[in-house]
T-cell receptor, first 114, second 115 residues
Framework: ETGVTQTPRHLVMGMTNKKSLKCEQHLGHNAMYWYKQSAKKPLELMFVYSLEERVENNSVPSRFSPECPNSSHLFLHLHTLQPEDSALYLC?????????????FGDGTRLSIL | AQSVAQPEDQVNVAEGNPLTVKCTYSVSGNPYLFWYVQYPNRGLQFLLKYITGDNLVKGSYGFEAEFNKSQTSFHLKKPSALVSDSALYFCAVRLPDRGSYQLTFGKGTKLSVIP
């Protein structure tokens, strides 16, 4: 599915680096999400943006900083990450006219912290 | 709080046989229920959802799921498994509250279809 595009697909960074993950959706949706997927654990919702405003922040450490400049783009800025932050980071979008709409996911960014 | 349980980490089934992937949920109220599939190195793909109405829901790739309110279950089924169905399957639940964005996922079940 090409409706939600994430770049880069793979990222290796040191703990002192600063990098950003990018997500773009071409579906005309008005809500966007960041999830963390670690092995053997359920998906963890990190942030939710609706109509470009952050509506949920699930106790995520401040070393993760989201940005939603418009309804089609979502960024996750990373700085001074820890080895336990290595995971697959998934972006999703949905049309929030009632909560029965499915979320559409990108293919993720595989992040490895050295 | 809402939660989802997928009691089997792995399900193995022979090609051509029926398959079932189990899901139970715990939530107050009447939830919306979803199934997603994840292939290697890919994101999650939406398969089907239950909102209201008929307890048997049909979705993509020949999958269906049966909502059972009394057992709080939403098992995923397919009459005849294909090797290409081998993937990771996630059940998810969400409350029908406007402004509630929390989609709670189970831990996932790895389905292996053996030729």
């Amino acid at each position: 599915e090409t409706g939600v595009t994430q770049t880069p697909r793979h990222l290796v960074m040191g703990m002192t680096n600063k990098k950003s993950l990018k997500c773009e959706q071409h579906l005309g949706h008005n809500a966007m999400y960041w999830y963390k997927q670690s092995a053997k654990k359920p998906l963890e919702l990190m942030f939710v943006y609706s109509l470009e405003e952050r509506v949920e922040n699930n106790s995520v450490p401040s070393r993760f900083s989201p940005e939603c400049p418009n309804s089609s783009h979502l960024f996750l800025h990373l700085h001074t990450l820890q080895p336990e932050d290595s995971a697959l980071y998934l972006c999703a979008s949905s049309q929030e006219e009632g909560s029965n709409q499915p979320q559409h996911f990108g293919d993720g960014t595989r992040l490895s912290i050295l | 709080a809402q939660s989802v349980a997928q009691p089997e980490d792995q399900v193995n089934v022979a090609e051509g046989n029926p398959l079932t992937v189990k899901c139970t949920y715990s939530v107050s109220g009447n939830p919306y229920l979803f199934w997603y599939v994840q292939y290697p190195n890919r994101g999650l793909q939406f398969l089907l959802k239950y909102i209201t109405g008929d307890n048997l829901v049909k979705g993509s790739y020949g999958f269906e799921a049966e909502f059972n309110k009394s057992q709080t279950s939403f098992h995923l089924k397919k009459p005849s498994a294909l090797v290409s169905d081998s993937a990771l399957y996630f059940c998810a639940v969400r409350l029908p509250d406007r402004g509630s964005y929390q989609l709670t996922f189970g831990k996932g079940t790895k389905l292996s279809v053996i030729p």
